[in-house]
């Protein structure tokens, strides 16, 4: 499709990394002006998730440069287009990672749109029109309506927005998996980032037991005090992974550096599922014998479809939860970045879109 930018008329302001140092800096852009399918949303807050700091980089090798970032982005209607449903000005609304899909496979037809082999994400991406795809770190945002969320009344605006990425993603495989409605079962989670630390709130409020897995002992305080983890254990020490063998009946592993899953398969009960959600840049080594021995299996996911976002954005206000977050003004991106590289960060950086202004002017 030959790029058409005739109608990108909207000046939009931003911040972009123009190469692979990643480093963020102010930059001027152009939107789609709002067509018949489009909501226009004033951005207020959008979440810095790990693959930000990945494309920002070009860690995968994909980036299309200049990149503006920010797939937690949530804000308030200012525009509606006429074929628009469900939408007003001033609601209240959230997109996640997806800016476009093909509408017409089987996928799309059954609220599974993230699993569209014509997938499009919201930065980084070729919508429709044949343009890439400029993300949340912005003032102004034009979304299909049919990617666009409803974020509910009792949740706090900064906080839920890390809930577009990171709350569906590690949502979707506990709704897979019965976990949503039926409590009482024995849950692990691998690594508490924003990821994680999400899952542990989501397990706790659905009534599981849930175990904390990481390779960093200050996470075991902050596990049990902070998110009300039962269990931890230091996956360095054989004498605690011995102990919660066939333990387990799901595990949710959140980690995305090389990491060995060998111990955290045996953790699994017969029959158990270690699911991944976290994207190793090298392949990981599948054992054959835990999965043989316990018939278990090791599967993945990709976020969630949007009904299953909404969905998930109720259940969170019922429940109370939303992420914990720093709030950050624009000009600390960098800053930012250079911290959650190193997971120094509880548990997700948010940035204070709406106070940009002044902050755009240092
Ligand atoms: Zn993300
Ligand atoms: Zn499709």
């Known amino acids: 499709m030959a790029e058409s930018r005739a109608n990108h008329t909207v000046s939009v302001s931003g911040w972009a990394a123009h190469d692979s140092s990643g480093k963020i800096t102010p930059y001027s852009f152009k939107r789609r002006q709002n067509g018949v399918n489009d909501v226009t949303i004033k951005i207020l807050y959008c979440g810095i998730c790990h693959t930000d700091l990945h494309c920002a980089k070009n860690e ?13 982005i949530i804000g308030e209607v200012t ?12 609601d ?42 400029y993300g949340g770190y912005s ?16 949740l706090p605006m900064d906080a839920a927005a890390p809930l ?46 849930v175990t904390v897995i990481s390779t960093s002992p200050s996470k075991e305080p902050e596990a ?12 360095s020490n054989p004498k605690q ?44 080594q599948l054992p054959a014998f835990p999965l043989i021995f316990g018939k278990r299996s090791v599967k993945g996911g990709i976020i969630g479809g949007i009904k299953e976002t909404q969905e998930m954005l109720e259940v969170c206000a019922k429940y109370n939860i939303t992420s914990d977050i720093e709030l950050i003004t624009p000009d600390k991106i960098n800053e930012a970045m250079e911290r959650l590289a190193k997971n120094d960060v509880r548990y997700r950086f948010v940035i204070d879109i709406a106070n940009a202004v002044t902050s755009n002017n240092n």
């Open 60 to 72: 995968w090798g994909i980036t299309m440069y200049p990149v503006v970032p920010g797939h937690e």
């Open 79 to 90: 525009k509606v287009g006429t074929n628009v449903k469900g939408f007003m000005e001033g």
């Open 92 to 133: 209240r609304v959230g997109v996640g990672c997806l800016a476009a899909s093909c509408l017409e496979c089987h996928h799309c037809k059954t609220d599974q749109e993230n699993y569209c082999q014509d997938l499009q994400f919201v930065y980084n991406g070729i919508f429709w029109d044949g343009t890439i795809t």
């Open 139 to 154: 003032q102004i945002f034009v979304a299909d309506y049919r990617y666009v969320v409803h974020i509910p009344a009792s």
């Open 164 to 209: 577009l990425c990171a709350g569906i993603t590690v949502f979707s495989p506990l709704k897979e998996h019965d976990l949503v409605a039926t409590a009482g079962k024995r849950i692990g989670v691998v690594g508490l980032g924003g990821l994680g630390h999400i899952a542990v709130k989501f397990g706790k409020a659905f009534g599981h037991h």
């Open 224 to 235: 049990k005090q902070r998110l009300g983890a039962d269990h931890f254990i230091l996956s």
């Open 241 to 284: 992974l011995q102990a919660a063998r066939r333990s387990m009946d799901f595990i949710l592993d959140t980690v995305s550096a090389e990491h060995s899953l060998l111990p955290i398969l045996e953790l699994l009960k017969v029959n158990g599922t270690l699911f991944l959600v976290g994207a190793p840049d090298k392949p990981l």
